[in-house]
Each structure stands twice: as structure tokens, then as C-alpha cells.
């Protein structure tokens, strides 16, 4: 991401987060939904945008080509250390979610988990699915998550957040925009995706999904 699609030096924040979110978060949360897309999609070239450290990759490793973008030069080299520990081939570029480095229709799938709620709203949310759906081919899927503003959390909170990460004596500030599931699914269309499904995470065990922690989203490119 370019530090114009978000909030201030959110880039140089993730720099500093990517030492401790490496071992924070050294497995994906969302393994069920992940396992899920590589049974559904079984092999081809898959793009994982705002890819982190790498954990979201380990579904995959298996029948797909990997590529991964993201905006935090330390959160790639922590990638290519995460995939020599898991042996793993995978592509990775530096690269904001609103230019991504890639001819049109170049990859089958694409996931992008925890990824666009730190763009900011508006035109730059809708740039990014758009250049999302520019690089898929034709039927091609994305699987998707951002934090959902419904869940009880959030409830006194306005559509755009900060939410605190403490990294030895300092305190980093990250930057979020809070979704509805209908906001996101009328982003999606509106980028020219059909929208396939929506959907809670899977611990998620109530029955109304509007309050889930998380949205998920899976879409294709007509």
C-alpha cells in the first residue's frame, strides 16, 4: 500500500509490528476457511494480497503456484524465513494494494485476509478490489476477511479506528476502517465482482452472523 490509501506511516508501523506478529501470529486464524478455498480451487496460480509473515499460505502449498504482495518490507522478510522453515516455494513483491505489480488476469485465485480494512474509505478501498478483480482471470475467485464494525467491540466506535499494538516501550497505533457485511458485499459489486458468499468465521457460533468478529467474503470475476 502507498501511505496515501492509508492512515499517516501505517507502512512503517507494520515494520516495527513484523518481529513480534511474526510469533503473535505464526498460524493462520482462518485454517478452516483457507482449507477450505484449496479444496474448492484444487491448483493454479494463487495471489495472497497483504500477505504478512506468511501463514496463509500453508493451505496452499500444495498443487498451487504462490505469489504475495505486501506493503512491509520487514513482514516480507519474515516471509521468505517463513517459507525456508515450512519449505515452501512462493513469489513475493513490495507492493501497495491499489497498483499491484501484475498484468491483467495473471492468477486463478486470490486471498486477502485482514488486508483491506486498513485501507482507508472510500475511493481507495474501491481502487483496490478493482485492481484485485484486473489481475484475476476471468471466473476466477478471491477469498476475503476484514474486521466486522457490528461485532460488540466496536459498537460505540466510528467507522474509522485505531487500535493499539505494543512493541517493547513503544505503543504503535494501526489503522482501521470497520465494515458491515451489506457495506462490503455493495463494495464488492460495485468493483464488478459477484459475490458468491458471506460468511462469520468459523469459531463463530451464533446463529444471526451480523456480529461476527469477522467478515468473510468470497466473490468471482464474471
Known amino acids: 500500500m502507498k ?9 512503517n508501523v507494520f515494520d516495527k509490528i513484523a518481529p513480534g506478529w511474526y510469533n503473535f501470529r505464526h498460524r493462520s ?21 497483504g500477505c504478512a509473515h506468511g501463514p496463509d499460505f500453508i493451505p496452499f502449498i500444495q498443487g498451487f503456484e504462490l505469489h504475495g504482495v505486501d506493503f512491509s518490507i520487514e513482514m516480507l522478510k519474515l516471509a ?50 478493482r485492481e484485485l478483480r484486473r489481475v484475476l482471470k476471468p471466473g476466477g475467485e478471491a477469498f476475503i476477511t476484514v474486521w466486522n464494525g457490528w461485532q460488540p467491540r466496536f459498537w460505540f466506535k466510528g467507522k474509522e479506528t485505531y487500535v493499539p499494538w ?5 505503543t504503535l497505533q494501526r489503522y482501521y476502517y470497520l465494515f458491515s457485511y ?35 467474503l468470497l466473490v468471482r470475476k464474471g
Open 3 to 11: 501511505e496515501d490509501s492509508v492512515t499517516g506511516d501505517l507502512k
Open 29 to 49: 486464524i482462518f485454517r478452516d476457511e483457507l482449507e477450505a478455498m484449496a479444496e474448492r480451487w484444487q491448483s493454479g496460480r494463487l495471489l495472497n494480497v
Open 80 to 129: 521468505r524465513k517463513y517459507a525456508r522453515k515450512y519449505d515452501f516455494q512462493v513469489s513475493l513483491a513490495l507492493a501497495d494494494v491499489c497498483h499491484l505489480p501484475y498484468q491483467d488476469e495473471t492468477f486463478d485465485w486470490a486471498i486477502a485476509v485482514a488486508t483491506y480494512h486498513h485501507v482507508r474509505g472510500g475511493e481507495g478501498q474501491l481502487a483496490a478490489l
Open 166 to 170: 505494543r512493541t517493547g516501550d513503544e
Open 182 to 216: 451489506p457495506e462490503l458485499e455493495r463494495l464488492a459489486r460495485k468493483a464488478g465482482f459477484e459475490v458468491l458468499k458471506s460468511f462469520p468465521e468459523s469459531s463463530y457460533s451464533f446463529p444471526v452472523k451480523h456480529f461476527s468478529r469477522n467478515i468473510c
